[in-house]
């Protein structure tokens, strides 16, 4: 594709739901990445996928997020029980052998909203 | 651990160079220093990266103290357009972006 898509783009969601969000990487990308930016914050790492290798989940935050990526393309972010916390926008990159230093290509971001 | 430095916020007059510092003393040797900008509702877009050298492409320049500890990006000749959010990072710290810069442009 021409860029890093992510759907949707937004996602209102009721205190206890789970929800899942979506990154499609740019075709050939081996490697992805979620990031979580709260309103007036910075980019907050989530998750790192290189290849079939395993991931690094050291930025998840607690044992309600979660992400895979199917056929080292596609990937999901899943929150369970939602907080109001969770509210952000969640950021997908990728780039394209995963070599620490490539620069990355974002998508647009999913704007999350917990009520 | 290994973070930048930014300024919080910066104005630029339109026309005029934007100079934006980064510290990134605990950068090592082979280690490359990355520029992206945020502008809002959209997400980080790739700018410039250098190693040692001065670098310039189509969108601004990066300069690189010798030390490498830290480093400036240059937009020549900002428009309002470059008002973003501005974020230094480098490879080792791939994952960090910290709060960034925000640089407006001011007519």
């Known amino acids: 594709g021409a860029g890093v898509s992510q759907s949707p783009s937004n996602k209102v969601t009721e205190k206890g739901k789970d929800v899942e969000l979506r990154c499609d990487p740019i075709s050939g990308h081996t490697a992805l990445y979620w990031y979580r930016q709260s309103l007036g914050q910075g980019l907050e790492f989530l998750i790192y996928?290189?290849?079939?290798?395993?991931?690094?989940k050291s930025g998840l935050p607690s044992d309600r997020f979660s992400a895979e990526r199917t056929g080292g393309s596609v990937s999901t972010l899943t929150i369970q029980r939602t907080q109001q916390e969770d509210s952000a926008v969640y950021l997908c990159?990728?780039?394209?052998?995963?070599?620490?230093?490539?620069?990355?290509?974002f998508g647009s971001g999913t704007q999350l909203s917990v009520l | 651990d290994a973070k930048t430095t930014q300024p919080t916020s910066m104005d630029c007059a339109e026309g005029r160079a934007a100079n934006l510092p980064c510290n990134h003393s605990?950068?090592?040797?082979?280690?490359?220093v990355y520029w992206y900008r945020q502008i809002h509702s959209q997400g980080p877009q790739y700018i410039i990266h250098g190693l040692k050298n001065n670098e310039t492409n189509e969108m601004a320049s990066l300069i690189i103290t010798e030390d490498r500890k830290s480093s400036t990006l240059i937009l020549p000749h900002a428009t309002l357009r470059d008002t973003a959010v501005y974020y230094c990072t480098f490879t080792g710290n791939q994952f960090y972006f910290g709060t960034g810069t925000s640089l407006t442009v001011i007519p």
């Open positions: 605990t950068i090592s040797g082979n280690e490359y």
């Open positions: 990159a990728s780039s394209k052998q995963g070599f620490l230093g490539e620069k990355l290509f």
């Open positions: 996928f290189q290849g079939n290798s395993a991931p690094d």
